[in-house]
């Protein structure tokens, strides 16, 4: 076989509610980012992998765009593939429907399991209590973020057991319409550790230095800057070397912080923010 083997685990996942779609995989694989995960918003979200088929990812995604169904999508791309058995594919469609396919050539343990918004599965696993993690997991955190789902999702499959190889990269793919940075992005969470010998830990550590980055506290927590609160940050940011104006001061010690996201002027403040900048 000419494609990469991409043993592996992934789920597939998505939040109607909030319009995010998205795939978290790990692999004893160099980079399984740059082959499993694939997605856009409003449309779906596939794993490729196994002996993987890379093209699953952008004619699946096109498929689901026409109007495909998750089951149409796995039935349509595995029946015009010749190396259909030693594949696997998991997707989730724009409503919520999902499939997992798992060729019947594929290395042991390979499984997967579905329901409304996931699509679990896995190849050269320990054993099934791997895939049988990440949807139990799933299900239990739901109402929470979805990159927080998924990535509690694939801490709970490695404790379970698995790629039974081991450890080797990880990777976190959740798109939203104009979610990403600036409002001019898709990608809400674009992460990838691809050599490493505890990705799921270290694809964790860099969520949340994303999330303290492009995280959003809802407006009604924000605090107000009053007089005191005013003079406060003036002084912390007259230490730090950014003098003049709180106007001017703020945002220039926030852009070179990477915090610029989480600004809006200078009547309140993020507490996030604030707690950056209490800490330096």
């Known amino acids: 076989m000419a494609d990469p083997v991409v043993a592996t685990y992934s789920i597939a996942g998505c939040d109607l509610k909030a319009g995010q779609w998205g795939v978290v995989t790990q ?113 239990a955190s739901a109402g929470r973020a979805l990159a927080e789902r998924l990535l509690e999702c694939l801490a709970a499959a490695q404790a379970a057991g698995g790629d039974r190889r081991g450890q080797q990269s990880a990777a976190l793919l959740v798109v939203e319409r104009a979610g990403g940075y600036a409002g001019l992005s898709d990608l809400l969470v674009d992460l990838r550790v691809d050599d490493h010998a505890q990705p799921v830990t270290e694809l964790a550590r860099l969520y949340r230095m994303h999330d303290l980055l492009f995280g959003k506290t809802p407006r009604e927590d924000w605090v107000v800057v009053d007089e005191a609160l005013g003079a406060e940050l003036q002084e912390r940011l007259g230490r730090l070397g950014y003098e003049g104006p709180l106007l001017a001061a703020f945002p220039a010690w926030a852009g070179t912080e990477n915090l610029e996201e989480r600004i809006d002027g200078v009547e309140q403040i993020d507490p996030v923010v604030l707690g950056e900048l209490r800490a330096r």
């Not at 490729?48 to 096109?62: K, S």
């Not at 594919?89 to 579905?114: N, P, Q």
């Open 27 to 139: 692999s004893k694989f160099l980079a399984v980012g740059s082959v499993v995960p694939w997605a856009e918003p409003g449309v779906g979200a596939i794993a490729t992998q196994a002996y993987a088929n890379p093209r699953y990812g952008p004619e699946g995604l096109a498929l689901l765009r026409s109007g495909s169904s998750a089951e149409e999508v796995v039935a349509t791309r595995t029946a015009a593939d010749e190396g259909r058995d030693h594949r696997q594919l998991g997707v989730v469609d724009g409503r919520g429907g999902s499939a997992s396919f798992t060729g019947s050539e594929c290395f042991s343990w390979a499984g997967g399991l579905t329901g409304p918004c996931f699509a679990a599965q896995g190849n050269i696993l320990v054993g099934d209590e791997t895939v049988a993690a990440l949807a139990t997991t799933f299900v």
